[in-house]
């Protein structure tokens, strides 16, 4: 069965950085896009950024342009999500998720998502 799993979660300072990877296996990585969503305390999950499955297109919430990069190794199956200048608002769990978008912006739907990581980000 497909899974994914996301790692390098963990607790920052602010203006600090973090990487975050997901794992894929039970599908055809290269053959599906992959996304990054964040769920915070209180707050519904929300789109964080998207790659296409060839890596050549990227897309990002207005929140996270400019300080988060998406990217992805189509031959690890694997994605990341580098994360630099975090703010205590970008603390909460964040989750991959691997699907075929059909919105312009990626941002879904998406059919698979792994279990989220833990990010708190302390001022």
């Known amino acids: 069965q497909v899974q994914l799993v996301e790692s390098g979660g963990g607790a920052v300072q602010a203006g600090g950085s973090l990487r975050l990877s997901c794992s894929a296996s039970g599908l055809t990585f290269s053959s599906y896009a992959m996304g990054w969503f964040r769920q915070a305390p209180g707050k519904e999950r929300e789109f964080v950024a998207a790659i296409s499955w060839s890596g050549s297109r990227t897309y990002y919430a207005d929140s996270v342009k400019g300080r988060f990069t998406i990217s992805r190794d189509n031959a690890k199956n694997t994605e990341y999500l580098q994360m630099n200048s975090l703010e205590p608002e970008d603390t909460a769990v964040y989750y991959c998720?691997?699907?075929?978008?059909?919105?312009?912006?990626?941002?879904?739907?998406?059919?698979?998502w792994g279990q989220g990581t833990q990010v708190t980000v302390s001022s």
């Open positions: 998720a691997a699907g075929l978008p059909d919105r312009r912006d990626y941002s879904g739907p998406y059919d698979y």
